[in-house]
């Protein structure tokens, strides 16, 4: 099993480039997750989606867009890189069936990017 | 709004030591509660949660947590520490929303020593 899968795992962006973190689950599930984990900070979320073509702002969502145009992927988009985006990113996907105490969230490996 | 305290950010023990590791949360509403364990350059993988029912929850790799409302605790413990147990512990809470909207504690390292 694949399971959440997120490419590149490792870029050093220079600012004021953009690119775009790739998630992709073979799991179907229904809702998605992007957190980025800072040290001694825990995770964040960032932006979420609770299925296709439907996405909302999480906790820290200034510097980022996402799009859901599957059920598979749910990429995550630097626009304007700036240090402060310097990070790991860890894309988590989770099943909608059961209610949310039966979610638990499968996390990819992450991208760790570095922005100078 | 929800919150996760974790002391100690590093917490130390022999080989074949008792395992405590401290989680404290805030909620306004009954919560749900996860350990979940971040091996190194790894995702996160869920150990344990509490959802409902009993409070003591046994998860994977030999580790138990107890929901103690009155001292709003998740504690996460394991009788006897391994080498490979080694890796950093997130406490997170989520309320009963339609997701599953996770709020973590800042992580504790668990360093095992021979």
């Known amino acids: 099993n694949a399971g959440v899968t997120q490419t590149p795992k490792f870029r050093i962006l220079k600012i004021g480039q953009s690119m775009t973190l790739q998630c992709t689950q073979d799991?179907?599930?229904?809702?998605m997750y992007w957190y980025r984990q800072d040290p001694g900070m825990g995770l964040k979320l960032i932006y979420y989606?609770?299925?296709?073509?439907?996405?909302d702002k999480g906790e820290v969502p200034n510097g980022y867009n996402v799009s859901r145009s599957t059920t598979e992927d749910f990429p995550l988009r630097l626009e304007l890189a700036a240090p402060s985006q310097t990070s790991v990113y860890f894309c988590?996907?989770?099943?909608?069936?059961?209610?949310?105490?039966?979610?638990?969230?499968?996390f990819g490996d992450g991208t760790r990017l570095s922005i100078l | 709004a929800q919150s996760v305290t974790q002391l100690g950010s590093h917490v130390s023990v022999s080989e074949g030591a008792l395992v405590l590791l401290r989680c404290n949360y805030s909620s306004s509403v009954p919560p749900y509660l996860f350990w979940y364990v971040q091996y190194p350059n790894q995702g996160l993988q869920l150990l344990l949660k509490y959802t409902t029912g009993a409070t003591l929850v046994k998860g994977i790799n030999g580790f138990e947590a107890e929901f103690k409302k009155s001292e709003t605790s998740f504690h996460l413990t394991k009788p006897s520490a391994h080498m490979s147990d080694a890796a950093e512990y997130f406490c997170?809470?989520?309320?009963?929303?339609?997701?599953?909207?996770?709020?973590f504690g800042t992580g504790t390292r668990l360093l095992v020593s021979p």
């Open positions: 989606s609770v299925g296709a073509g439907i996405t």
């Open positions: 799991m179907n599930h229904n809702y």
């Open positions: 988590a996907s989770s099943t909608g069936v059961g209610g949310p105490a039966n979610q638990p969230q499968h």
């Open positions: 997170a809470v989520s309320e009963n929303t339609g997701f599953q909207k996770l709020v």
